[in-house]
């Protein structure tokens, strides 16, 4: 848009995708029109192009995952008495994006998260079944 960001075509994937034809539609759809649904909507695109190796999406999908790593880093440390270090990913991006799952994985490595990641037993419907069932 301004010259500033890595190369990419996601911009017009982006618009494509919104139906829209120029970046101040864009710009004005997502801060003023747009609700988290629409944004989040707008994922699997970012993904395809990443995969494509699209060095924008590339990197939008890292920071992504990064930022769930410090998430998850800011758990595992008000969380110290917890003897079980394990962290279920679950949810939307996790369970569709292979790169934001395995820069996740690689990232608690290497920020030395005391936290190890198992796959989910269960849906989340079947989880809140259970402690429904729990409160009988």
């Known amino acids: 848009m301004e010259g500033r960001d ?41 993904t395809r192009l990443a995969l494509a190796q699209d060095p924008l999406a590339v990197d939008i999908l890292h920071r992504a995952a990064e930022e769930l790593v410090l998430m998850a880093n800011v758990v595992a440390r008000r969380a110290p008495d917890v003897e079980q270090r394990e962290l279920i990913a679950a949810g939307g991006v996790f ?19 005391d936290l190890h990641l198992v796959e989910q037993k269960g849906t989340a419907l079947e989880g809140a079944c259970l402690l429904a069932m729990e409160q009988l």
Request: proline content about 3%.
């Open 95 to 113: 369970e569709h994006d292979s790169m934001v799952r395995e820069a996740f994985s690689t990232g608690l490595v290497a920020h030395g998260v």
């Open 6 to 46: 890595l190369p990419s075509d996601l911009l017009g994937h982006l618009l494509a995708a919104c139906s829209l034809q120029h970046v101040d539609d864009l710009v004005a759809f997502v801060h003023a029109k747009a609700s988290k649904a629409d944004i989040a909507a707008l994922a699997p695109t970012v």
